[in-house]
């Protein structure tokens, strides 16, 4: 089993307009499968560009701001839906801030060439998440399919905790996709060694998808430092430094790469170690 996947290093831009929007996102889509990708990521905090679409008051605070997008929720969801149906591949939208039963929550749509859809709120909340936008984690974490290849989600932060990520290999997942943001290069290498790290300790491949440049005239997204890139276990059948692509420091681009699962289930059996095994 294997799948050529498209990892984002994705800036985010101020818009003049929705059709602004929908034409720059499908250039991003269309370019990724004329290099034949069929699975697709977006980094955490895509959706943010969207506070350029609002009214001036809306963007004078992050809780209106918050606010603000979810009457561009549908919208947004049905942008990226279109574009999986049809180039037939499946995406996972950059996570953007949903309202629920009072709260709100870090979350990253996956859309599916048939139209069908689900979603993975983010479980750890930064600081800056829980005490200036008092947005909520979950508890719930969501077994993904793609032409029956199983993957995870870890957004960001929640990357760094080995159990979560742990709890979904234990379902099943040969590769975690870590949709991520992060301000500084501390933050970036905070959570590329986590995932370097994941991609050993569960003998599978995590791939990170970043945003990146600037927008200052966000509060929220305003710097952006990060690349993409793909991990390995580094054994058998992988490179010997477990990274089998890696994007140019903050340029935005795509990342491409092809997973072969049944490498992940070799190595499994028949490592020089078996730290899947053993744990």
Not at 36 to 56: H, K, Q, R
Not at 65 to 71: I, P, S, V, W
Request: proline share 3%; glycine share 6%; charged share 20%.
């Amino acid at each position: 089993m294997k799948v050529k996947i498209a990892t984002a290093q994705y800036q985010a831009t101020r818009l003049e307009s929705r059709k602004e929007f929908e034409s720059k996102l499908s250039l991003w889509v269309q370019e990724a499968c004329e290099q034949d990708a069929e699975l697709l990521v977006f980094p955490e905090y895509a959706g943010m560009e969207l506070v350029s679409l609002l009214e001036e008051g809306q963007q004078a605070s992050l809780g209106q701001q918050l606010l603000g997008l979810q009457d561009l929720l549908p919208w947004y969801e049905d942008c990226y839906r279109q574009l999986a149906i049809k180039h037939q591949v499946t995406i996972v939208a950059g996570t953007i801030p949903v309202l629920e039963e009072n709260s709100y929550f870090n979350r990253a749509y996956v859309y599916y060439a048939n139209g069908d859809y689900s979603y993975q709120d983010k479980l750890k909340m930064t600081r800056f998440e829980k005490e200036q936008w008092a947005v909520s984690g979950t508890t719930v974490q969501v077994l993904f399919k793609h032409n029956g290849i199983s993957f995870g989600i870890a957004i960001c932060y929640d990357a760094e905790f080995p159990l979560l990520v742990r709890e979904l290999v234990k379902k099943g997942a040969l590769c975690i996709l870590v949709p991520s943001c992060t301000d500084r290069v501390a933050g970036y290498q905070r959570v590329k060694i986590s995932c370097q790290a994941r991609a050993i300790e569960n003998q599978c491949y995590v791939v990170q998808s970043a945003l990146v440049g600037e927008a200052g005239w966000s509060d929220a997204i305003d710097t952006n430092f990060g690349a993409a890139a793909v991990y390995t276990p580094a054994d058998f059948g992988f490179p010997d430094d477990g990274v089998l692509a890696v994007g140019a420091l903050n340029q935005a681009q795509w990342l491409y790469a092809e997973l072969d699962m049944e490498r992940v289930k070799k190595v499994r059996n028949w490592g020089q170690v078996l730290n899947h095994r053993d744990w």
